[in-house]
């Protein structure tokens, strides 16, 4: 069986005021090498609300992943030699 999930997001630009809200079930899924992903399938979106949304998404690529910055805390200094050779 197929996952259901609900699935919440404030679509940029066109859409005012409020969060969208829609029940979507999971199609695919993407794991391992590569960027992770999934292919959803809305299952209660509106007539007005799938134009707007296929309107704003059409002719745009889909993002290409971001590479996680290391945090200063994250990073650990080496420690000094014990028997350094002074140049």
Do not use: N
Request: charged share 20%; proline share 11%; with cysteine.
């Amino acid at each position: 069986a197929r996952e259901q999930v609900v699935v919440c997001f404030k679509p940029p630009v066109w859409w005012p005021g409020r969060d969208l809200t829609l029940f979507a079930e999971v199609i695919r899924s993407a794991k391992g090498q590569g960027a992770p992903g999934m292919g959803m399938v809305f299952l209660d979106i509106t007539a007005h609300e799938q134009r707007a949304l296929s309107g704003w998404l059409r002719g745009r690529p889909p993002p290409l992943p971001r590479r996680r910055r290391r945090s200063s805390s994250s990073i650990t200094s080496l420690p000094v030699p014990r028997y350094a050779i002074a140049c």
